[in-house]
């Protein structure tokens, strides 16, 4: 994917977009080195399967030469999506003036604003998508990113499901706070108490109670209702917090429940257990 666009528009916001989406991401590389590039992409099969090449004005033997480069790429079968971002006058003199930025081509903003868009104006029509920011937040950009993806993409939010003991204090990093406490405690069943959350016995006691098969389903439509909202507003990471009195067996076997529901669903899920021990 080659990814440009004017000056202030939202390519840069658009490459740590790209890479919340899985995309392997280089800014403003070299036109020189564009060839070895590509032949790096070839050579690493899939390990670079979703590729995002930045480039702005700066480069300017990349737009001089626009159609070798990109023949560069279609003789190794690779064939380039062109992204581009543009944004009104009035918005880009704003943005240059609220960051105090000067303009890549060293000119006046305006006038640079105006060279831009002529030097930039082939690529333009060649784009695959073009996105106007003017109005956008960088929720809604995000979104616009995800949503011009010639891909979709299943995959646009990292999750992280970790149990704790809140005798030992609130994880600092939670997002999203749950306390299942209200379930019956494993650790007063004699048999069970120095094993974990982790173990067939206590995973069997806390899942056959009436209680947490009555709340299990219930917690985890809410969880899969609220992470497409969440990727909307364009939280990239989210941490759910599960939490009990010693964080080692109602919060553990629930958390591992969680996360793999969520995996299939198809997210991206790492677990933790901070207590556990």
Same mark, same amino acid.
Not at 66 to 80: C, G, S, T, V, Y
Not at 202 to 214: D, G, S
Not at 218 to 247: A, M, N, Q, W
Not at 256 to 269: P, S
């Given at each position: 994917?080659?990814?440009?666009?004017?000056?202030?528009?939202?390519?840069?916001?658009?490459?740590?977009?790209?890479?919340?989406?899985?995309?392997?991401?280089?800014?403003?590389?070299?036109?020189?080195?564009?060839?070895?590039?590509?032949?790096?992409?070839?050579?690493?099969?899939?390990?670079?399967?979703?590729?995002?090449?930045?480039?702005?004005?700066?480069?300017?033997?990349?737009?001089?030469?626009?159609?070798?480069?990109?023949?560069?790429?279609?003789?190794?079968?690779?064939? =380039?999506?062109?992204?581009?971002?543009?944004? @009104?006058?009035?918005? #880009?003199?704003?943005? $240059?003036?609220?960051? %105090?930025?000067? /303009?890549?081509?060293?000119?006046?903003?305006?006038?640079?604003?105006?060279?831009?868009?002529?030097?930039?104006?082939?690529?333009?029509?060649?784009?695959?998508?073009?996105?106007?920011?003017?109005?956008?937040?960088?929720?809604?950009?995000?979104?616009?990113?995800?949503?011009?993806?010639?891909?979709?993409?299943?995959?646009?939010?990292?999750?992280?499901?970790?149990?704790?003991?809140?005798?030992?204090?609130? =994880?600092?990093?939670?997002?999203?706070?749950? @306390?299942?406490?209200? #379930?019956?405690?494993? $650790?007063?069943?004699? %048999?069970?108490? /120095?094993?974990?959350?982790?173990?067939?016995?206590?995973?069997?006691?806390?899942?056959?109670?009436?209680?947490?098969?009555?709340?299990?389903?219930?917690?985890?439509?809410?969880?899969?209702?609220?992470?497409?909202?969440?990727?909307?507003?364009?939280?990239?990471?989210?941490?759910?917090?599960?939490?009990?009195?010693?964080?080692?067996?109602?919060?553990?076997?629930?958390?591992?429940?969680?996360?793999?529901?969520?995996?299939?669903?198809?997210?991206?899920?790492?677990?933790?257990?901070?207590?556990?021990?």
């Amino acid at each position: 994917m080659i990814v440009t666009g004017i000056s202030g528009a939202g390519r840069s916001q658009a490459i740590k977009c790209l890479e919340d989406f899985g995309y392997f991401c280089v800014d403003n590389l070299p036109a020189p080195l564009l060839p070895s590039f590509a032949d790096l992409i070839v050579r690493s099969g899939k390990a670079m399967k979703r590729v995002a090449l930045g480039i702005d004005v700066r480069e300017g033997k990349f737009f001089k030469g626009f159609h070798a480069d990109l023949q560069e790429f279609r003789k190794r079968k690779i064939n =380039p999506w062109i992204m581009f971002f543009d944004a @009104d006058d009035a918005t #880009l003199l704003r943005r $240059f003036s609220e960051t %105090r930025r000067k /303009h890549p081509l060293g000119k006046g903003v305006l006038e640079g604003i105006h060279d831009e868009r002529k030097r930039l104006k082939d690529i333009r029509t060649q784009a695959d998508r073009i996105i106007d920011t003017s109005n956008l937040t960088l929720s809604e950009l995000k979104e616009k990113v995800a949503v011009a993806l010639p891909m979709k993409m299943k995959q646009t939010i990292h999750v992280t499901v970790n149990s704790f003991g809140y005798k030992y204090g609130l =994880p600092v990093d939670a997002d999203l706070v749950w @306390d299942v406490r209200f #379930l019956p405690n494993p $650790f007063y069943i004699p %048999r069970l108490r /120095h094993k974990t959350g982790l173990s067939k016995e206590v995973r069997n006691y806390v899942f056959n109670r009436k209680e947490c098969r009555t709340f299990i389903p219930k917690f985890f439509r809410l969880v899969t209702d609220c992470l497409p909202h969440f990727i909307k507003e364009g939280k990239s990471y989210l941490t759910i917090s599960i939490g009990c009195t010693g964080g080692r067996h109602r919060s553990v076997a629930i958390s591992e429940a969680l996360a793999k529901h969520l995996k299939g669903k198809g997210y991206l899920v790492s677990i933790q257990h901070r207590d556990i021990e």
